[in-house]
């Protein structure tokens, strides 16, 4: 059984490993079944967490440099057009713009949409009239009609039209609080393209002067300001001259945004922190059992194979063979199991937790991200452990005299 | 059939699987090179940060920007009332502005 070549050898040997994890195979089947749902776990928040954060970065570099918010009590208040001037004036800024946001709860659909103001003639020429799907302008006479409103047009997420298109509001939609004397309505002229969902997925992109109106923001004030500073060298310290000048004002810098986006789903998050120390947990067991020793019948089988002559490197083999043969299956198909779940079947279950209750939510299609380092990392964690506890009891075994082992004595 | 031409299908098949899985993330890549441009654009024409994949509380959607007291309202870290709060970080107050200063800084 021992002669031949080392690859004839090895074949052998591996033969017999996996007559031997058949034999016990109901409890090699459980072990395998733990294994891979271990590797999967820790494999799918590896890569729903790393694909968001991707999904963030990927356009962070386009984000305003600095942003300013007036702070009263704590809280983010309406910022007075009167900061303006001021700010404008710090050596180093390039200009100030302003910005008017907020949300609207629309309690018939539970539904928060994001509600963004701007001067949507700036989407309509230029590069960004590739980032909408115009509607509603099918030709001059109803672009006319429209143009005799302009202040109540409307651009909509994909998530924000299916929803609106639920309750026949796909082409124009009613504002309305109680408080209100009456509705506002707004011509839908658009819907942001399918690619930009993960970020558009919520918004109502309305023209500034409606925006205000159904924000209910006076004259005069803004929700933020947006400071853009062309040396990135200095925003660090126009954004500290802002905040030392006006102690009201709080600044966000792209790079703290960039900060947050790397660490939103990082090891502190209640999520990843849960979900790896069950992990962990449930590994550690899984080990101790294997490192606590070998079962009677598995130190009798090593005793009959030394007895009838197999050398001690052989029987390490074997068992060497086993277990590499168990956690690398279990390693290889956890990966790909998680794979599949999280980039084809878009994470059903898992993306409930980030989706939380909210009503309108993005597809999931999220960008790949397999990181080849945390894949070693895994089957590393994963194999080696497992190899050292499958060899250790064995070679302990076979180092004792088979005599001894089969009489059970040892 | 002998038990280690068994393990070698399964390697094959895991080898075939593994094909079918970098394909997808190949062409996933290429399609996002291709969207890049929109998505940039995007970004630069709306400023608001983050991801829209939840917006039940307004700290969740724009979590980069939030004011200060409004996630983890008790104190920080303290469970959140969205369950969608489990996956998220508090956010860093190391932005905060620095809370005493003395007189009036000359511009």
Same mark, same amino acid.
């Given at each position: 059984?021992?002669?031949?070549?080392?690859?004839?050898?090895?074949?052998?040997?591996?033969?017999?490993?996996?007559?031997?994890?058949?034999?016990?195979?109901?409890?090699?089947?459980?072990?395998?079944?733990?294994?891979?749902?271990?590797?999967?776990?820790?494999?799918?928040?590896?890569?729903?967490?790393?694909?968001?954060?991707?999904?963030?970065?990927?356009?962070?570099?386009?984000?305003?440099?600095?942003?300013?918010?007036?702070?009263?009590?704590?809280?983010?208040?309406?910022?007075?057009?009167?900061?303006?001037?001021?700010?404008?004036?710090?050596?180093?800024?390039?200009?100030?713009?302003?910005?008017?946001?907020?949300?609207?709860?629309?309690?018939?659909?539970?539904?928060?949409?994001?509600?963004?103001?701007?001067?949507?003639?700036?989407?309509?020429?230029?590069?960004?009239?590739?980032?909408?799907?115009?509607?509603?302008?099918?030709?001059?006479?109803?672009?006319?009609?429209?143009?005799?409103?302009?202040?109540?047009?409307?651009?909509?997420?994909?998530?924000?039209?299916?929803?609106?298109?639920?309750?026949?509001?796909?082409?124009?939609?009613?504002?309305?609080?109680?408080?209100?004397?009456?509705?506002?309505?707004?011509?839908?002229?658009?819907?942001?393209?399918?690619?930009?969902?993960?970020?558009?997925?919520?918004?109502?992109?309305?023209?500034?002067?409606?925006?205000?109106?159904?924000?209910?923001?006076?004259?005069?004030?803004?929700?933020?300001?947006?400071?853009?500073?062309?040396?990135?060298?200095?925003?660090?310290?126009?954004?500290?001259?802002?905040?030392?000048?006006?102690?009201?004002?709080?600044?966000?810098?792209?790079?703290?945004?960039?900060?947050?986006?790397?660490?939103?789903?990082?090891?502190?998050?209640?999520?990843?922190?849960?979900?790896?120390?069950?992990?962990?947990?449930?590994?550690?067991?899984?080990?101790?059992?294997?490192?606590?020793?070998?079962?009677?019948?598995?130190?009798?089988?090593?005793?009959?194979?030394?007895?009838?002559?197999?050398?001690?490197?052989?029987?390490?083999?074997?068992?060497?063979?086993?277990?590499?043969?168990?956690?690398?299956?279990?390693?290889?198909?956890?990966?790909?199991?998680?794979?599949?779940?999280?980039?084809?079947?878009?994470?059903?279950?898992?993306?409930?937790?980030?989706?939380?209750?909210?009503?309108?939510?993005?597809?999931?299609?999220?960008?790949?991200?397999?990181?080849?380092?945390?894949?070693?990392?895994?089957?590393?964690?994963?194999?080696?452990?497992?190899?050292?506890?499958?060899?250790?009891?064995?070679?302990?075994?076979?180092?004792?005299?088979?005599?001894?082992?089969?009489?059970?004595?040892? | 059939?002998?038990?280690?031409?068994?393990?070698?299908?399964?390697?094959?098949?895991?080898?075939?699987?593994?094909?079918?899985?970098?394909?997808?993330?190949?062409?996933?890549?290429?399609?996002?090179?291709?969207?890049?441009?929109?998505?940039?654009? #995007? !970004?630069?024409?709306?400023?608001? $940060?983050?991801?829209?994949?939840?917006?039940? @509380?307004?700290?969740?959607?724009? %979590? &980069?920007?939030?004011?200060?007291?409004?996630? #983890? !309202?008790?104190?920080?870290?303290? $469970?959140?009332?969205?369950?969608?709060?489990? @996956?998220?970080?508090?956010?860093? %107050? &190391?932005?905060?502005?620095?809370?005493?200063? #003395?007189?009036?800084?000359?511009?």
């Amino acid at each position: 059984m021992i002669s031949g070549s080392w690859f004839e050898r090895q074949k052998n040997i591996i033969d017999y490993s996996l007559q031997s994890l058949l034999r016990r195979r109901s409890k090699n089947i459980l072990i395998l079944i733990i294994f891979i749902l271990l590797v999967f776990a820790v494999s799918a928040i590896l890569f729903i967490t790393g694909s968001l954060t991707k999904e963030m970065m990927i356009t962070s570099n386009d984000l305003p440099d600095i942003t300013v918010q007036r702070i009263l009590g704590g809280r983010q208040v309406n910022i007075p057009a009167s900061f303006i001037p001021e700010i404008e004036k710090i050596p180093g800024v390039e200009a100030v713009e302003t910005r008017v946001w907020g949300y609207f709860y629309l309690a018939s659909l539970q539904a928060n949409f994001t509600i963004y103001g701007m001067d949507l003639t700036l989407l309509e020429d230029g590069e960004y009239r590739k980032i909408v799907n115009w509607k509603n302008i099918p030709d001059q006479a109803e672009n006319q009609s429209l143009s005799s409103r302009p202040d109540f047009r409307m651009i909509i997420g994909q998530g924000v039209f299916e929803l609106l298109k639920d309750i026949q509001m796909e082409k124009a939609y009613l504002f309305y609080q109680p408080s209100w004397e009456k509705p506002i309505p707004f011509d839908i002229i658009g819907t942001f393209k399918t690619e930009t969902e993960l970020q558009s997925n919520d918004l109502m992109v309305l023209q500034t002067e409606g925006a205000r109106r159904v924000l209910e923001l006076p004259p005069d004030e803004f929700t933020d300001l947006v400071v853009y500073v062309p040396n990135p060298e200095e925003i660090e310290n126009i954004a500290l001259k802002i905040r030392r000048y006006f102690p009201a004002l709080r600044t966000v810098t792209r790079a703290q945004i960039q900060n947050t986006y790397a660490s939103v789903f990082g090891w502190k998050s209640a999520f990843v922190l849960s979900s790896l120390l069950v992990a962990i947990l449930a590994f550690l067991i899984l080990i101790w059992d294997k490192a606590s020793g070998l079962s009677p019948d598995e130190k009798r089988e090593i005793g009959i194979l030394k007895a009838i002559g197999w050398d001690t490197d052989v029987v390490l083999s074997v068992k060497f063979w086993e277990g590499f043969i168990l956690s690398g299956i279990a390693s290889l198909a956890g990966i790909l199991l998680a794979y599949a779940y999280i980039y084809w079947l878009r994470a059903p279950g898992l993306r409930e937790i980030f989706i939380g209750w909210s009503t309108i939510y993005p597809s999931f299609q999220l960008i790949p991200d397999v990181d080849p380092k945390f894949l070693l990392l895994i089957v590393t964690i994963s194999v080696v452990p497992y190899l050292a506890v499958t060899v250790f009891p064995a070679w302990k075994a076979a180092i004792t005299d088979p005599d001894v082992i089969m009489r059970n004595i040892g | 059939m002998r038990y280690s031409s068994w393990l070698v299908i399964v390697m094959v098949v895991f080898c075939l699987w593994s094909g079918l899985e970098y394909r997808h993330f190949h062409k996933q890549l290429l399609e996002t090179r291709q969207h890049f441009n929109v998505r940039c654009r #995007f !970004q630069k024409a709306i400023g608001l $940060p983050n991801l829209a994949i939840t917006s039940a @509380a307004r700290y969740l959607r724009h %979590y &980069s920007i939030t004011d200060l007291t409004t996630p #983890f !309202q008790d104190y920080p870290a303290s $469970p959140d009332h969205f369950p969608a709060g489990f @996956a998220f970080v508090p956010p860093d %107050y &190391s932005n905060m502005p620095s809370p005493i200063v #003395f007189g009036n800084p000359e511009k």
